[in-house]
């Protein structure tokens, strides 16, 4: 519950969310953490959570305020964590500081450690408070609690069309449909995914790297990854049901690993960075054998500990990810032109038959990106 909040907490908090997003495009598996320290109506130390392994926000701001901490107040965005794991607890760290007040947004998602941080800190005599701008620390770390949660990881669906929600001429010719910016834009995101999840049809169709490539991001990104090698790319997942993919396909050769989703492995040699896996496939309306896509999500998020999903793929991926109910948010990148009518359509749902058995969104976000318009939508069933 919210207690002893004064005014001055909103704006101190409101900080450490924006320190808490410079770690969107390194901390997986772990959250976006930021940490503010005040004493006396003035910031002494500020830090956020930047790798797994690496010292939590609460360590780095208190590195900052040294022993000008005692007396201070923490504003943090997650409950400080009560565990040994790669690093000590920032619990302990918070008590031997002398830190008097901490204002938590939000409590540790996971059931058996929910409240432990907030218990400790409260049983060593400081003031806590908690459960404040919950809307932002949900919205900060969507893949990391919906994988603790529920066992999923949350997936976003890039899709990219014209204004007639077309894909590509009846050719199979696609580009550029959609502007140079909007490019731009993907990288960002996949930038902040942990997975981009494609299939066979995409790269024997594009050929494309799937990769973050640091000479397409915008003036804003380069000015947060100034150096080009800090780049943390996206592990590649490829659902290759028929084995159709070949080691000398383009995406193979670019840095970063590379899960191909197979029911059955192929002898070929394949790079260190490549892993085949295998799927219990599941028998469609067609009595084909597909990948069970339920279970893939399950098995990157409870064992590679996967928090967030990026789909670029085709219309068959695409529908049968809305079909099924799998897809959190989905990213639309619309073209202000036409195709007509022999081009090539956004998804295929062949399972809809009546307005009943629509899939309906919300719209979340509606953003003009170069001459393209960015759509942000959530499926109302959404988790």
């Not at 320190?19 to 772990?30: D, E, I, S, V, Y």
């Not at 279970?295 to 999903?309: D, E, R, W």
């Not at 170069?370 to 959404?382: A, C, E, S, Y």
Request: proline share 5%; aromatic share 6%; charged share 20%.
């Amino acid at each position: 519950m919210i207690k002893n909040v004064i005014p001055e907490d909103i704006g101190y908090l409101s900080r450490a969310f924006q320190l808490a997003r410079k770690g969107r495009f390194t901390t997986m598996p772990n959250p976006n953490v930021g940490c503010v320290i005040v004493k006396d109506n003035h910031v002494i130390g500020e830090g956020y959570h930047m790798r797994a392994g690496e010292n939590h926000a609460e360590i780095n701001a208190l590195s900052v305020a040294g022993n000008f901490a005692k007396g201070a107040t923490a504003y943090v965005t997650l409950e400080p964590c009560s565990h040994y794991g790669r690093t000590p607890p920032c619990t302990t760290a918070l008590i031997k500081s002398g830190i008097k007040r901490v204002v938590v947004s939000m409590l540790d998602p996971h059931p058996d450690l929910t409240g432990r941080g907030i218990q400790l800190l409260k049983q060593s005599g400081i003031l806590v408070s908690h459960s404040i701008m919950l809307s932002e620390a949900e919205s900060i770390n969507k893949g990391f609690i919906k994988r603790i949660r529920t066992g999923m990881p949350w997936i976003k669906l890039k899709l990219a069309s014209s204004l007639d929600g077309r894909v590509a001429m009846s050719s199979g010719e696609s580009k550029w449909i959609t502007s140079v910016q909007s490019r731009q834009d993907v990288q960002c995101f996949r930038a902040e995914s942990d997975v981009i999840l494609s299939t066979a049809s995409t790269v024997l169709m594009d050929n494309p790297r799937l990769n973050v490539r640091w000479s397409c991001f915008s003036k804003e990104m380069k000015n947060i990854y100034i150096n080009g090698n800090q780049i943390r790319h996206p592990l590649r997942v490829i659902i290759d049901s028929t084995n159709r993919i070949l080691p000398t396909h383009r995406f193979i050769q670019n840095e970063g690993g590379v899960i191909l989703v197979r029911i059955k492995k192929d002898n070929l040699n394949w790079p260190k960075s490549v892993e085949q896996l295998l799927v219990s496939p599941i028998v469609n309306k067609s009595g084909l054998n597909q990948i069970n896509l339920k279970k893939l999500m399950q098995y990157l998020a409870c064992y590679l500990k996967i928090n967030s999903v990026w789909v670029e793929s085709g219309p068959t991926l695409s529908g049968a990810l809305l079909d099924i109910g799998l897809v959190d948010e989905v990213i639309l990148y619309q073209a202000i032109k036409f195709l007509g009518s022999n081009a090539k359509p956004l998804c295929l749902l062949p399972n809809l038959n009546k307005l009943s058995d629509i899939k309906t969104f919300k719209l979340i976000d509606i953003t003009s990106i170069g001459p393209d318009i960015r759509l942000i939508l959530q499926p109302n069933t959404v988790v």
